[in-house]
């Protein structure tokens, strides 16, 4: 059973606009939730994280919602750039496990100029 | 610059063959990982190490054995290829201290077992 999902494969929003990637996942041990950007052909780049314990973490333009209670955070990407175009991944973790991460499937962003 | 590097870029192996794909991080880094990611999936855990001298198995572990050599490097052998096995495959370092730090990827290793 796939313990982080992101249902929605792909996205496309207009350049200026807000993008919002949902992520959800079933395992209550998780403390720390992670978003990463990937472009083609490098590897995935660190965004931001958001500890349980918190429901918001803000970082200029990017901003993650944490929802316990439904087990669903989001990335709210404002305003939405060009540059922005990639895969954005959402992971999820425990202090408890070595800092194993355990991810999603991932969303393709497409920003239209 | 510094950061997480893994050799080779590409590599193209036949059924059977082995071989040892490298990672070298210079960032002081506790852990260590090694992820795949097949096409139109997320990444899936192989090994970890969470400290120098230690190894465990992740989600993925079969086909695959791993040595931390030191510190800074930690390798991950097929001791005899599968088809299954093509992937693009991740190295990661992360500081130890805790979950909310995030990892620092290498650029990946594309492997592709004929």
């Known amino acids: 059973d796939q313990q982080v999902k992101q249902n929605s494969p792909s996205l496309s929003v207009q350049e200026g606009r807000i993008s919002i990637l949902n992520c959800d996942y079933t395992?209550?041990?998780?403390?720390?939730f992670l978003w990463y950007k990937k472009y083609p052909a490098e590897g995935p780049t660190f965004l931001i994280s958001?500890?349980?314990?918190?429901d918001k973490n803000e970082d200029g333009r990017f901003t993650v919602f944490l929802n316990k209670s439904a087990k669903h955070l989001s990335l709210h990407i404002v305003p939405s750039q060009p540059g922005d175009s990639a895969v954005y991944f959402c992971?999820?973790?425990?202090?408890?496990?070595?800092?194993?991460?355990?991810f999603g499937d991932g969303t393709t962003l497409t920003v239209k100029p | 610059n510094a950061g997480v590097t893994q050799t080779p870029k590409f590599q193209v192996l036949k059924t059977g063959q082995s071989m040892t794909l490298q990672c070298a991080q210079d960032?002081?880094?506790?852990?260590m990982y090694w992820y795949r990611q097949d096409p139109g999936m997320g990444l899936r855990l192989i090994y970890y190490?969470?400290?120098?001298?230690?190894?465990d198995k992740g989600e993925v572990p079969n086909g695959y054995n791993v040595s931390r050599l030191n510190k800074r490097e930690f390798s991950l052998r097929l001791e005899s290829a599968a088809p299954s096995q093509t992937s693009v495959y991740f190295c990661?370092?992360?500081?130890?201290?805790?979950?909310?730090?995030?990892?620092?990827f290498g650029s990946g290793t594309r492997l592709t077992v004929v």
């Open positions: 190490s969470a400290s120098e001298g230690t190894t």
């Open positions: 395992n209550s041990m998780f403390d720390y």
């Open positions: 960032m002081n880094h506790n852990s």
């Open positions: 990661a370092s992360t500081s130890g201290q805790g979950a909310a730090y995030g990892y620092t």
């Open positions: 992971a999820a973790s425990a202090n408890t496990n070595a800092g194993k991460s355990t």
């Open positions: 958001i500890s349980s314990i918190k």
